[in-house]
Antibody
Framework: QVQLQESGPGLVKPSQTLSLTCTVS??????????WSWIRQPPGKGLEWIGY???????YYYPSLKSRVTISVDTSKNQFSLMLSSVTAADAAVYYC??????????????WGQGTLVTVSS | QSVLTQPPSVSGAPGQRVTISCTGS?????????VFWYQQLPGTAPKLLID???NRPSGVPDRFSGSKSATSASLAISGLQAEDEADYHC???????????FGGGTKLTVL
């Protein structure tokens, strides 16, 4: 059973960079059959896809966030990470990591982490 | 503003049937991309509820069903139970944005 766990600071100052890591257990990121994604949910709102990456480092991002987002992978630690620069209050959300199936045809998220709340405040 | 449009809320009494709509456009659902549904119980992460328009992953009761037509999709829940009270999200892929897209989510209240 694949499990994902987010970790990172719960509080980030405006204009700074948000940094989160997702640790995968019960399966290898290097298996090659999946992509690995970040999704966020502002309080009381819907889900927003941020981007996803495969084991080789090939990444795709949501267009409106692309200039501020970097997703990276560390196969030796079975982890992938999110960096979001120049954060504002609009970036406050629960951030989820998830596994992506069939990323090239019909991407869907079959395993999710529990989520981590990030607050943006000085 | 979400790319896929869902009603903010629906409600029904125990035992009743409710449907939740998800409306897209010619660049996502209408382009032939599959629709997926997620159930998000209060305070928890979303869970894949309907895979590939109408397929139920293992463990999902057959009270839940999905369908897709033209530029929209629907989730139907029959025999409503109190534990079905949750937020439901639809998801697809958009070829114009080259991005995964979600609906705004629908809150189901069991009366």
């Amino acid at each position: 059973q694949v499990q994902l766990q987010e970790s990172g600071p719960g509080l980030v100052k405006p204009s700074q960079t948000l940094s989160l890591t997702c640790t995968v257990s019960g399966g290898s990121i290097s298996s090659g059959n999946y992509y690995w994604s970040w999704i966020r949910q502002p309080p009381g709102k819907g889900l927003e896809w941020i981007g996803y990456i495969d084991y080789s480092g090939t990444a795709y991002y949501y267009p409106s966030l692309k200039s501020r987002v970097t997703i990276s992978v560390d196969t030796s630690k079975n982890q992938f990470s999110l960096m979001l620069s120049s954060v504002t209050a609009a970036d406050a959300a629960v951030y989820y990591c998830a596994r992506v199936r069939e990323a090239y045809t019909n991407p869907r998220f079959d395993y999710w982490g529990q989520g981590t709340l990030v607050t943006v405040s000085s | 503003q979400s790319v896929l449009t869902q009603p903010p809320s629906v409600s029904g009494a125990p035992g009743q049937r409710v449907t939740i709509s998800c409306t897209g456009s010619s660049s996502n659902i209408g382009a032939g991309y599959d629709v997926f549904w997620y159930q998000q119980l209060p305070g928890t992460a979303p869970k894949l509820l309907i895979d590939g328009n109408s397929n139920r992953p293992s463990g999902v009761p057959d009270r839940f069903s999905g369908s897709k037509s033209a530029t929209s999709a629907s989730l139907a829940i029959s025999g409503l139970q109190a534990e079905d009270e949750a937020d439901y999200h639809c998801q697809s892929y958009d070829s114009r944005l080259r991005a995964v897209v979600f609906g705004g989510g629908t809150k189901l209240t069991v009366l």
